[in-house]
């Protein structure tokens, strides 16, 4: 398996937030590659805190924004990600960084990272 920086985690967190993935699409993904999961809650959290991403859950019909707090919480162990009812989004904050920040990390990289279906291998 292939090792991640912490830019190139930030990045694939960022991707699924875009994509509004499901949390336990956060342990999918991350299975591919090599990285512990205290790195992927470390840079999750690092960007909730930041006011990159959130999270939102779904009750019945209605759509619930968590708050940061309870996004961080939620995020706090690896346990927590696996759900399906709760979405990673980006907030307007995140949005406006995922059209123009380059998140440390070269064009060719993002596309390796992107379409990469077996973590390298």
Same mark, same amino acid.
């Given at each position: 398996?292939?090792?991640?920086? $912490? #830019? /190139?985690?930030?990045?694939?967190?960022? @991707? !699924?937030?875009?994509?509004?993935?499901? &949390?336990?699409?956060?342990?999918?993904?991350?299975?591919?590659?090599?990285?512990?999961?205290?790195?992927?809650?470390?840079?999750?959290?690092?960007?909730?805190?930041?006011?990159?991403?959130?999270?939102? $859950? #779904? /009750?019945?019909?209605?759509?619930?924004? @968590? !708050?940061?707090?309870?996004?961080?919480? &939620?995020?706090?162990?690896?346990?927590?990600?696996?759900?399906?009812?709760?979405?990673?989004?980006?907030?307007?904050?995140?949005?406006?960084?995922?059209?123009?920040?380059?998140?440390?990390?070269?064009? $060719?990289?993002?596309?390796?990272?992107?379409?990469?279906? !077996?973590?390298?291998?």
């Amino acid at each position: 398996m292939e090792d991640l920086t $912490k #830019h /190139e985690i930030q990045y694939l967190i960022a @991707l !699924s937030a875009s994509e509004e993935a499901m &949390l336990i699409e956060i342990i999918w993904e991350f299975k591919k590659w090599a990285c512990e999961q205290e790195e992927v809650l470390e840079n999750l959290s690092g960007l909730i805190k930041d006011n990159t991403i959130l999270i939102y $859950k #779904h /009750e019945g019909k209605e759509v619930l924004d @968590l !708050s940061r707090e309870q996004s961080l919480n &939620l995020v706090s162990e690896w346990i927590g990600l696996e759900r399906r009812d709760h979405m990673l989004y980006l907030t307007d904050e995140g949005e406006k960084r995922w059209e123009v920040d380059d998140w440390g990390i070269t064009t $060719k990289r993002v596309r390796h990272l992107m379409f990469s279906n !077996s973590g390298g291998n």
